[in-house]
Every structure is written in structure tokens, then in C-alpha cells.
């Protein structure tokens, strides 16, 4: 052993670096709530409006499923000097920051805890680089590996909230299905690298080339994905599946110097007056994909 080998701390270089970088990062991280008991646990709200509701109703900023909360429990309110105030809005149970129930507005200081209900909120500033590591980690939860678009458990907890909040507001909402046509074949002919290949490339395109930007993409099954279209109607959302078709039609998927065809079978939904719930959105936009497939595949269907 050499002689300066000794017990001494050793700074490695390259993660200084990298706190460096995510410290700045983290300075661009807004003040949040972030749910640490409740659904969906791990959800980051961020504060960026001088007013924000606290409650289970769905037009509330921000919206927790709590049967114990009412509907617009509390409220969050941002002063000119970038403090953040809780203010219990007169609610049924009761506001509570670390065990004890608010009756006045209070000043909300780092990692205080919100109980709302059964639901437990931690209170972050701004800057604070465990905004930066917590937002990384929901982001991975709610992340489907392979394409990178949100998975199956986000996408449907999405169309629930989205389909709830349209329904409360009285506002347009629209889905879109899109399955992959013969996509076994590709697999089967070029292999799962390949098939893989595709679905990274085809959720590529989509997300860049013909979405929206309030758009909400995620993948629910193996070559199948849902697209969540908030204030539109079903002739708008018509129009945005025709671009995807058309723009997948027209893509030249190479892999491995093969040229593989690539197209797909859309439905398209649209809440209305007589749809009651998500579930039932969900399977008539379905049952439009059934009727793209059986009429040929590479087509549109509106849902009747």
C-alpha cells in the first residue's frame, strides 16, 4: 500500500459534476405538492398560479380522489414576495399542515405536511433539488420502457381524469386508439428487434410529427396506443388520426437495410351527452378500430 493511500475522502470528479448540473436544474423547478399518501401516490403538482384549489372536484387545480375531502377543501395562494399560504376553504374535515388543523391562512415552509382527508401532500420551495429527483422518478413510474411514451397504469388513470374533468366543465373530448397492422408479421418475419424498432419509431413520429401539443400518448398493450385529445371535438380528433395514418403510411421504416411497411388501423371517439363513463368512451373507440381492421386495415373509423 503507498503511503498516501490512507483514510481520506476522495472526491470523484465526475459527480461533482453531475450535482453540479443537477443543481441547476433544479433551480428551475417550480415550488409543488407532491402526494405522499393517497392516489396516485408519488404525483407532483406544481404551483404556478397565484390561486390553486385543493379538492376532489375535478375542475380543482389541483384534484385528488379523496372521498373525505370536499369538493374545493383548501387553497394554496402565492403572495407578490414568493410565499406560499394554505387556507382551509370552509371544508367538512378539516385542514391539516403537520398534525394540526389550520383555522387561519398559514405560511407554508419546506417539507410541511397537508392532510387533506386521507391524503398527505409534502410541501416543496422552489429550487429544491429534491424536486428535480422526484419529478425524474414519477416520470420513470409512468414511463413505458421501450418507446418512452406513458404506459398502460398513467394513460388509463388519464382517461378517467380527463373524461371526468370534459364531463364537469361541459367541454369537448376526444380519444384516439391506433393499432399497428400486422405487426406479428414483422416480428415473425424480421424478428423482436426489429418489432421493437418500429414501436420506438412509429410512437417517434407520432409524438412529433401529428400530435397536438395538449395531446396525452401511451401505449396500453403490445402494438396498441391510446391518444387522449382534451378540448376536441370528433371532427378535430377525425383529422389528427387521418395525419397519423398518413404520415406512418408515407414513413420509410428501414432496419437492417430492409424496408418495412408500416401502417395502421384508428378509431375515433368522442364524449357525449350519452357516453357515462371512461369505460364506455374507451370501447367505442375500440369498436371503431374493429371496424378499420375488418374494412381493410390502413383507414380511419369514426365511432357511431
Known amino acids: 500500500m503507498s503511503e498516501d493511500s490512507g483514510d481520506r475522502t476522495v472526491v470523484l470528479k465526475g459527480d461533482s459534476d453531475t ?8 433551480k428551475d423547478q417550480s415550488a409543488c405538492l407532491i402526494v405522499i399518501r ?3 401516490q408519488g404525483k407532483r403538482y406544481e404551483l404556478t398560479k397565484s390561486n390553486m384549489f385543493i379538492g376532489r372536484d375535478v375542475s380543482a387545480e389541483i384534484a385528488i ?3 373525505n375531502a370536499s369538493r374545493k377543501h383548501a387553497e394554496v ?3 407578490a414576495n414568493g410565499v406560499y399560504k394554505l387556507k382551509d376553504n370552509n371544508s367538512t374535515n378539516g385542514t391539516f399542515v403537520n398534525d394540526k388543523q389550520i383555522k387561519e391562512p398559514v405560511v407554508l415552509r419546506k417539507e410541511d405536511m397537508i392532510k387533506i382527508g386521507g391524503t398527505i401532500m409534502k410541501f416543496l420551495p422552489a429550487g429544491e433539488l429534491e424536486i428535480f429527483y422526484l419529478g425524474t422518478l414519477e416520470s420513470a413510474a409512468h414511463t413505458d420502457p421501450l418507446t418512452k411514451i406513458y404506459n398502460k397504469g398513467y394513460i388509463m388513470e388519464s382517461l378517467e ?4 374533468r370534459a364531463k364537469a366543465l361541459h367541454q369537448d373530448f376526444s380519444i384516439i386508439i391506433l393499432d399497428l397492422d400486422h405487426f406479428k408479421k414483422i416480428n415473425d418475419t424480421h424478428g423482436h428487434d426489429a418489432g421493437d424498432f418500429v414501436l420506438k419509431e412509429v410512437c417517434n413520429i407520432v409524438r412529433t410529427k401529428a400530435l397536438p401539443k395538449n395531446a396525452i400518448f ?4 403490445g402494438e396498441e396506443f391510446l391518444i387522449l385529445l382534451p378540448a376536441t371535438n370528433l371532427e378535430a380528433g377525425t383529422q389528427v388520426a387521418e395525419t397519423i395514418r398518413s404520415t406512418l403510411e408515407k414513413t420509410q421504416f428501414m432496419y437492417e437495410g430492409k424496408r418495412m411497411p408500416v401502417t395502421a388501423s384508428i ?7 350519452d357516453v357515462d363513463n371512461q369505460t364506455a368512451l374507451f370501447k367505442l373507440a375500440d369498436k371503431a378500430v374493429y371496424q378499420a381492421k375488418s374494412g381493410g386495415r390502413n383507414q380511419v373509423c369514426t365511432a357511431s
Do not use: S
Not at 401511451?218 to 398493450?221: C, D, K, N, T, Y
Open 19 to 26: 450535482l453540479k448540473v443537477e443543481k441547476e436544474a433544479a
Open 38 to 40: 393517497g392516489t396516485p
Open 65 to 67: 380522489n379523496d372521498q
Open 77 to 79: 395562494i402565492k403572495e
Open 161 to 164: 381524469a380527463e373524461f371526468k
Open 218 to 221: 401511451g401505449r396500453f398493450g
Open 267 to 273: 378509431g375515433v371517439a368522442e364524449q357525449a351527452l
